[in-house]
């Protein structure tokens, strides 16, 4: 379990790029718990070398460090920083059924495919969509090939599917009238979890064609999107911004911390564990399976459970500084380094 309680808890620090639509998803979540933080600017394309220095192959934005451990994936993070700061009232669903729903919009909104078609609404003539180097490196991160035509092509499909999500929050959600999807008293995970694509969207001239998609054709959707960004930076006001480190700071304060969290151990009855016959200490690599897969990041094995793998790595140039990287179990894959046997870093 984390043990980070505030006064004098290990620093955290965001490495992402302003206009992720995943990174802000953990901006609003620290923003609204005011938790202090922070934030190493990466470049919007490869190569990241403040990642790199860490040690983290892993390519994906954003990472979150907490202290010597290193967290992948929105996902995993945004559930990590719940445990911390233990004063500050929770964000998370607490009942079966708030928990069933904050998970369904989650899958809906990643594994469901809502952000490639989000992806594919973006205006080819935003500038970042303009730079022939920008197709070349996401062609890599999704493992195909990529052009201005192609992801042009998709926009007429794309619409449909955004229509169809739009009419979910729209007509079946929100058609009570509550400001929140819990119908909470402010915005919730739950609400982090459903808003992002949209509110990314809706920030995008252009993104969406305004003849299907405006406040008059989806009054509650736009009015729950301008109620939170209206939370995010009240909370931000209140809170304060983030600090900006260059990423040579980043790893000097990262070196010098301590871990966030103690090790866990390897479930010994997990399914890959008993398949791959893997045990603490072996040299295993992890990735995620839809994007950036070519990616990994191969370290000893401190621990396996069903929601999560971590494992122990060093800094690039500085093999004095262990980390812990952690990644999330659903969406990642664990396998035992090829043409290694039980071996301890
Ligand atoms: N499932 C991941 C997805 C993260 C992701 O796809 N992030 C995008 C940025 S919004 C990315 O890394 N794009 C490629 C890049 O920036 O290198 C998460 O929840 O963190």
Same mark, same amino acid.
């Given at each position: 379990?984390?043990?980070?309680?505030?006064?004098?808890?290990?620093?955290?620090?965001?490495?992402?790029?302003?206009?992720?639509?995943?990174?802000?998803?953990?901006?609003?979540?620290?923003?609204?718990?005011?938790?202090?933080?922070?934030?190493?600017?990466?470049?919007?394309?490869?190569?990241?070398?403040?990642?790199?220095?860490?040690?983290?192959?892993?390519?994906?934005?954003?990472?979150?460090?907490?202290?010597?451990?290193?967290?992948?994936?929105?996902?995993?993070?945004?559930?990590?920083?719940?445990?911390?700061?233990?004063?500050?009232?929770?964000?998370g669903a607490t009942s079966g059924g708030d928990q069933a729903i904050e998970q369904l919009l989650?899958?809906?909104?990643?594994?469901?495919?809502?952000?490639?078609?989000?992806?594919?609404?973006?205006?080819?003539?935003?500038?970042?969509?303009?730079?022939?180097?920008?197709?070349?490196?996401?062609?890599?991160?999704?493992?195909?090939?990529?052009?201005?035509?192609?992801?042009?092509?998709?926009?007429?499909?794309?619409? #449909? @599917?955004?229509?169809?999500?739009? *009419?979910?929050?729209?007509?079946?959600l929100? +058609? $009570? /009238?509550?400001?929140?999807v819990l119908g909470s008293?402010?915005?919730r995970v739950a609400?982090?979890e459903?808003?992002?694509?949209?509110?990314?969207?809706?920030?995008?001239?252009?993104?969406?064609?305004?003849?299907?998609?405006?406040?008059?054709?989806?009054?509650?959707?736009?009015?729950?999107?301008?109620?939170?960004?209206?939370?995010?930076?009240?909370?931000?006001?209140?809170?304060?911004?983030?600090?900006?480190?260059?990423?040579?700071?980043?790893?000097?304060?990262?070196?010098?911390?301590?871990? #966030? @969290?103690?090790?866990?151990?390897? *479930?010994?009855?997990?399914?890959?564990?008993? +398949? $791959? /016959?893997?045990?603490?200490?072996?040299?295993?690599?992890?990735?995620?399976?839809?994007?950036?897969?070519?990616?990994?990041?191969?370290?000893?094995?401190?621990?396996?459970?069903?929601?999560?793998?971590?494992?122990?790595?060093?800094?690039?140039?500085?093999?004095?500084?262990?980390?812990?990287?952690?990644?999330?179990?659903?969406?990642?894959?664990?396998?035992?380094?090829?043409?290694?046997?039980?071996?301890?870093?």
């Amino acid at each position: 379990m984390a043990s980070s309680t505030g006064e004098g808890a290990a620093p955290i620090v965001l490495y992402h790029y302003p206009y992720s639509p995943y990174a802000r998803r953990v901006v609003w979540y620290l923003a609204l718990r005011g938790i202090p933080y922070m934030e190493c600017i990466q470049p919007p394309f490869m190569p990241r070398p403040d990642v790199e220095a860490l040690g983290v192959n892993y390519r994906r934005i954003p990472i979150l460090t907490v202290g010597r451990d290193v967290y992948l994936d929105t996902r995993l993070i945004i559930q990590k920083l719940e445990a911390l700061y233990p004063e500050k009232p929770r964000l998370g669903a607490t009942s079966g059924g708030d928990q069933a729903i904050e998970q369904l919009l989650q899958s809906f909104n990643i594994d469901g495919g809502i952000f490639n078609h989000a992806f594919q609404l973006l205006p080819t003539d935003l500038p970042v969509l303009r730079d022939p180097v920008y197709y070349k490196d996401r062609a890599e991160f999704i493992g195909k090939s990529l052009t201005k035509e192609s992801l042009g092509k998709g926009r007429p499909e794309a619409v #449909n @599917e955004m229509k169809k999500a739009f *009419d979910l929050f729209e007509h079946m959600l929100l +058609a $009570d /009238g509550r400001d929140w999807v819990l119908g909470s008293d402010g915005p919730r995970v739950a609400d982090i979890e459903a808003i992002w694509p949209y509110h990314w969207l809706a920030g995008i001239p252009g993104a969406l064609p305004e003849e299907t998609f405006s406040p008059s054709t989806y009054p509650r959707v736009y009015s729950w999107i301008d109620r939170f960004q209206k939370a995010v930076s009240a909370a931000k006001k209140t809170n304060g911004r983030a600090e900006r480190i260059s990423g040579e700071a980043a790893l000097k304060l990262t070196a010098g911390s301590p871990w #966030n @969290e103690a090790p866990g151990s390897v *479930d010994p009855q997990d399914s890959v564990v008993v +398949a $791959d /016959g893997l045990r603490g200490g072996d040299l295993v690599t992890v990735w995620p399976t839809d994007t950036g897969s070519s990616h990994r990041d191969t370290g000893s094995l401190v621990s396996i459970s069903s929601t999560e793998v971590v494992i122990e790595t060093r800094a690039k140039d500085n093999a004095a500084t262990v980390l812990r990287v952690h990644a999330p179990r659903h969406g990642f894959r664990v396998r035992k380094t090829a043409g290694t046997t039980q071996t301890r870093l």
